[in-house]
Nanobody, 122 residues
Framework: QVLLGESGGGLVQAGGSLRLSCAASGRTDSRYAMGWFRQPPGKEREFVARIIWSAGYTAYADSVKGRFTISRDNAKNTVYLRMNSLRPEDTAVYYC???????????????WGQGTQVTVSS
């Protein structure tokens, strides 16, 4: 079992920044990779970024490359998503998720947080 809890969402103007946090607990073999996904209003959930917990290797969706940075603090069992140069199209519910494999696919992530709302105003 893995428990995940996101925080840090909110309302920000276009061009601004936010940092999301995801506190993780539970089995480490079930959270080999940690991912951030988002679901914009009326759209399907999509991949944003992922990190390999032990090695720190990262991957990003093309839409956020150069603007978002995923990182982790092993001592705090926390994964972060730093979001810069935010755009109105980044508005979504952001979810943290854990997977036992290296993947960007939603179906490969077995554990999910409750989500945190990010709203970017123009």
């Amino acid at each position: 079992q893995v428990l995940l809890g996101e925080s840090g969402g909110g309302l920000v103007q276009a061009g601004g920044s936010l940092r999301l946090s995801c506190a993780a607990s539970g089995r480490t073999d079930s959270r080999y990779a940690m991912g951030w996904f988002r679901q914009p209003p009326g759209k399907e959930r999509e991949f944003v970024a992922r990190i390999i917990w032990s090695a720190g290797y990262t991957a990003y969706a093309d839409s956020v490359k150069g603007r978002f940075t995923i990182s982790r603090d092993n001592a705090k069992n926390t994964v972060y998503l730093r979001m810069n140069s935010l755009r109105p199209e980044d508005t979504a519910v952001y979810y943290c998720a854990a997977s036992s494999r290296v993947s960007t696919k939603i179906d490969d992530y077995a554990y999910w947080g409750q989500g945190t709302q990010v709203t970017v105003s123009s």
